[in-house]
């Protein structure tokens, strides 16, 4: 890529966006799209919706989020939906303060800078596209030039509706230097802006002692007051506070529930009259979507506070938990390491799974769904198959308890502890059990959980670590499986023989003899049973083999042992478990022959080319399956 030559297309894309004209001409363009018009609340809510929408089992996702929110589609649904749309559409939650609730790196923080950079994004858009009267330092709508008495009409005739009153500034501007023509007054198109202080405000509690209440609403510029006479006066007051500079966007309130009082309160008629307080100016017309994040601890303690109550009635909570998706997890953690200096070491295989797995036990409830130990319920959770239970269970333990997923650890402290391990050790890969070793050294110094969390996490260490053994068996099964495929495809063929077989009540030929015999049960059996298919159930399975068999013969498609996937991990537990032997031996011994040393090398060879290892994580995760089998 050419550096310079990417800057000066966007330099150049910048002065594309560059727009100057008249209200005249800011009207005309209103006439063909109204869009430029719309709230700050529609404005989010379109950003979003114009990055994709799309149903996946029921549950509706948001692509713009799906870049670095994960397993969290529930909570932005609702989101979405109960607040961002239906502010939009100018029902009363967009009188109401956004807060979003939940425990720490729960991804609050992630999904304001999100809305922020998305903001900025879609207003270089055209349908994101923001006009503004030029030189005012709220960069206002347009129309508020437009009378109040003719707005009625007005509206009617651009299909818009028009809130709000000018600033102070503008007012003085439209006086003295247009004398009342507003046909006449200057708009322009603005970008949103964080760092240029366009349509983006942040305000973080400090020293309530030190903090001033100009920091949101402005202040009076005394440098100017002589030479203009009065405080009241626009001219010698800077419109700078970040309720001012976040007009037109979002405004967004860093542990919200820390702040001092008196800034709070200025929240309540901005949220319910669109207007604040500044100055010695009558209300100031600001619209702007206020979002405030905050812990559980904190919003507690707020709300059992009696003096808070009318500004909690302006307040949507939005729960933002964690996720409770394995798979999810791993993403999470990706996206930390990717984004770290660690980028240069290894990560073997199931290394993230491992740490995801104990993270999610910490997170979730015990079920009181008879039979459901909360390991069934982490792999229901996470989209899998548990005999027995069904979609509506999961809903119902989805719903059991609304406080699941608000405690527990967090991917940080994750992150911070493989940080560590590598730190320590000087590692250039790091494996599963080094993940949890370094997890475990680390709840002695984690400072926020008791004694009895510690027992129980200790215990979800080893649920994980077990569950790492069931991975690291079946990833080294795979890798002996594949010297042994001409065995795997025999299996599978005899397989299809006798259930074929069985279900056409048909005799089969002994290959040997030559002779006709019943279908072998045992055999059936043996490899069925390796995936849990029941007595009751294997009926069911074997035709349910035999109609997708048939579905690719029709379509001239060969039907092998890779067709099905549950088949497929049948037939290469059946054959390891045949095998395991030969795999306990060529694993541990630590004098191997020619022949063993050619399988190892064989296994070691399709570790790495295939299932992602390094030759340092294959040798130790070999080792390591030989330890298991030999216990």
Request: contains cysteine; negative net charge; proline residues 3%.
């Amino acid at each position: 890529m050419d550096i310079f030559k990417r800057i000066a297309e966007h330099r150049a894309e910048s002065e594309r966006l560059t727009w100057t004209g008249t209200f005249k001409e800011y009207v005309e363009l209103l006439k063909n799209d109204p869009s430029p018009a719309m709230t700050a609340h529609a404005r989010v809510y379109e950003m979003i919706a114009s990055h994709g929408v799309e149903e996946v089992d029921g549950q509706v996702r948001y692509k713009f989020f799906e870049k670095e929110i994960f397993g969290l589609d529930r909570a932005i649904e609702k989101l979405v939906e109960e607040y961002f749309h239906s502010a939009a559409k100018r029902l009363d939650v967009r009188k109401r303060i956004l807060l979003l609730m939940g425990p720490v790196s729960g991804g609050k923080s992630t999904i304001v800078t999100m809305l922020k950079r998305g903001l900025e994004q879609f207003s270089r858009s055209e349908r994101g596209a923001v006009f503004a009267i030029k030189g005012c330092p709220m960069h206002e709508e347009p129309l508020h030039l437009i009378p109040n008495g003719l707005r009625p009409e007005v509206e009617k005739v651009l299909g818009v509706r028009i809130e709000g009153n000018l600033c102070p500034s503008c007012q003085m501007r439209l006086r003295t230097e247009y004398h009342g023509d507003i046909e006449q007054v200057l708009v322009e198109r603005v970008v949103i802006s964080e760092e240029n202080r366009v349509g983006v405000g942040t305000f973080s509690p400090s020293d309530p002692k030190s903090q001033d209440i100009a920091d949101l609403t402005g202040s009076i510029d005394f440098s100017t007051i002589t030479e203009y006479g009065s405080e009241s006066d626009p001219r010698a007051y800077r419109f700078d506070g970040e309720l001012n500079k976040a007009n037109r966007g979002l405004m967004e309130f860093q542990e919200m529930l820390k702040c001092d009082e008196k800034f709070l309160w200025n929240l309540l008629s901005l949220t319910q009259e669109g207007n604040f307080k500044a100055g010695r100016f009558a209300l100031i017309s600001a619209d702007e979507l206020i979002v405030a994040h905050t812990n559980e601890s904190e919003y507690k303690a707020f709300i059992s506070n009696k003096k808070n109550e009318a500004l909690q009635s302006r307040m949507i909570v939005m729960p933002i938990p964690y996720n409770l998706k394995v798979s999810q997890e791993e993403k999470i953690y990706s996206k930390l390491i990717e984004q770290s200096d660690m980028k240069h070491v290894h990560i073997a295989p199931h290394a993230l799974r491992a740490s995801a797995i104990f993270s999610i036990l910490t997170r979730l409830k015990e079920s009181k769904k008879q039979g459901m130990d909360i390991v069934k319920k982490m792999r229901m959770y996470d989209g899998e198959e548990v005999e027995g239970y069904k979609d509506n269970d999961l809903k119902e333990m989805q719903n059991e308890f609304s406080e699941e997923g608000m405690s527990g650890i967090d991917p940080r402290y994750v992150i911070n502890r493989i940080s560590s391990a590598l730190i320590k050790q000087n590692l250039q890969c790091i494996n599963a059990l080094d993940v949890l070793r370094a997890l475990k050294d680390g709840l002695d110094q984690h400072a926020s959980i008791t004694k009895e969390e510690r027992e129980r996490y200790l215990n979800y260490i080893s649920v994980a670590r077990k569950e790492f053994d069931g991975l690291a068996k079946k990833e080294v099964q795979k890798a002996f499986v594949y010297s042994f495929e001409e065995s795997a495809k025999t299996l599978f063929e005899n397989y299809l023989d006798n259930i074929e077989a069985f279900c056409n009540w048909k005799k089969i030929r002994d290959p040997l003899t030559d002779e006709e015999m019943d279908p072998d049960e045992r055999l059936m059996r043996s490899i069925e049973e390796q995936i849990g298919v029941s007595e009751n159930a294997k009926k069911a399975f074997r035709e349910e083999i035999l109609i997708r068999l048939s579905s690719y013969s029709r379509k001239g498609r060969k039907f092998d042992y890779t067709s099905h996937d549950r088949l497929r991990e049948a037939v290469e537990k059946k054959l390891f478990a045949d095998l395991k032997d030969i795999v306990k031996i060529t694993t541990s011994t630590k004098t191997p022959d020619e022949n063993q040393l050619k399988r190892i090398n064989e296994v070691t060879a399709r570790l790495i080319d295939e299932h992602g290892y390094c030759p340092v994580c294959a040798n130790e995760l070999l080792r390591y399956v030989g330890s298991l089998l030999n216990r």
